[in-house]
C-alpha cells in the first residue's frame, strides 16, 4: 500500500529515483558537500518582490506639519510652514497611493497637522497685526 500523503512522481520523472535533483538523505545526517538539496532543481515559484519605497515628500509634510504645530505661535512663519506642510502632505499622499510606494499615513498626518496649525496661525497673525496698529507702531519700526 502506498502512503497517500507522498508527493507523486512529475511527468518524466523516474520514481525509483525520488526526488528529481537526487538522492535526498534522510533526515538528521549531513548533507555531503556538493550533494543538492531540496529545491536544488527548481527556482522560487513566485518573482522577486521589490521592496516598498516610503514617500519622502509625505515625510517631509508631517515634520513640516508638526513644526507649524508647535509654532503657531510665530506670526508670519507658521503661515508658510502649514501652507508648506499641506503641500507636501497632499503630494506624499498621492505618491503613497501608487503602487509601489507606502506613505499615505505619514501624508494625511501632515495634512492634519498643517491644518490644525494654519486655523490659530491665523488667528495668531490677525491678533498681531491688529496689536501692532491699536499701540501706533507702524510696520516700518518692527518689520
Keep these: 500500500m502506498t502512503d497517500p500523503y507522498q508527493q507523486q512522481p512529475y511527468p518524466g520523472q523516474d520514481p525509483a529515483q525520488g526526488h528529481p535533483s537526487g538522492p535526498v538523505p534522510a533526515p538528521g ?9 531540496y529545491g536544488a532543481a527548481y527556482g522560487s515559484p513566485y518573482p522577486p518582490v521589490a521592496p516598498l519605497k516610503t514617500s519622502g515628500l509625505a515625510i517631509a509634510g508631517m515634520v513640516v506639519g508638526i513644526v507649524a504645530l508647535i509654532f503657531f505661535w510665530v506670526p508670519f512663519f507658521d503661515i508658510v510652514a502649514a501652507v508648506t506642510a499641506i503641500g507636501l502632505s497632499w503630494a506624499g499622499m498621492v505618491q503613497g497611493g501608487k503602487p509601489g510606494w507606502t506613505g499615505q499615513g505619514m501624508g494625511i498626518a501632515g495634512l492634519v497637522c498643517g491644518i490644525l496649525a494654519a ?17 501706533g507702531a507702524t510696520c516700518a519700526i518692527y518689520c
Design 119 to 135: 486655523i490659530p496661525a491665523v488667528i495668531f497673525l490677525i491678533w498681531f497685526i491688529v496689536s501692532l496698529s491699536a499701540v
Design 29 to 37: 545526517y549531513p548533507v555531503p558537500y556538493g550533494a543538492p538539496g
